[in-house]
C-alpha cells in the first residue's frame, strides 16, 4: 500500500510564503512524475505545478515566478514552495504522484491540506 502525506499547510498573509510538502510511503519501486494540485471552494481542482522523474518542471500559468516545485528522490518528496500568495490561491492542495509498484504504475493522491491566504 502507497500512500502520499502532505504538511504545511495553514494560514498565510499576502505576499508572505509557506512551503508545502508530500512524502511517499509503501511498498514501490520507484516514481515518475511528482505534481501538486489544489481545489478551491465551488471550482474544479486544477493542477498548478509538475515535475518529472528527471526533475523538468511545468507550472500554471497563474502560479508561474511565484511558486516552485522540487522533489528529492532519494526521500520520495516534493515540495512546493509559495512565494507571494495572494487570495485567490487559497484552496485545498492535493499531492499526486505516479507510483511504480509490484502490481504496475498507479496514481496516488494525498488527503489535501487547507492553505489560506488572508491578512
Keep these: 500500500q502507497v500512500q502520499l502525506v502532505e504538511s504545511g499547510g495553514g494560514l498565510v498573509q499576502p505576499g508572505g510564503s509557506l512551503r508545502l510538502s508530500c512524502a511517499a510511503s509503501g511498498s514501490f519501486f520507484g516514481i515518475d512524475g511528482m505534481d501538486w494540485y489544489r481545489q ?58 505516479r507510483v511504480h509498484t509490484s502490481t504496475g504504475p498507479w496514481d496516488y493522491w494525498g488527503q489535501g491540506t487547507q492553505v489560506t491566504v488572508s491578512s
Aim: charged share 25%.
Design 40 to 97: 478551491a471552494p465551488g471550482k474544479q481542482r486544477e493542477l498548478i505545478a509538475a515535475i518529472t522523474s528527471d526533475e523538468r518542471t511545468n507550472y500554471a500559468d497563474s502560479v508561474k515566478g511565484r511558486f516552485t516545485i522540487s522533489r528529492d528522490n532519494a526521500k520520495n518528496t516534493v515540495s512546493l514552495q509559495m512565494n507571494s500568495p495572494k487570495p485567490e490561491d487559497t484552496a485545498v492542495y492535493h499531492c499526486h504522484a
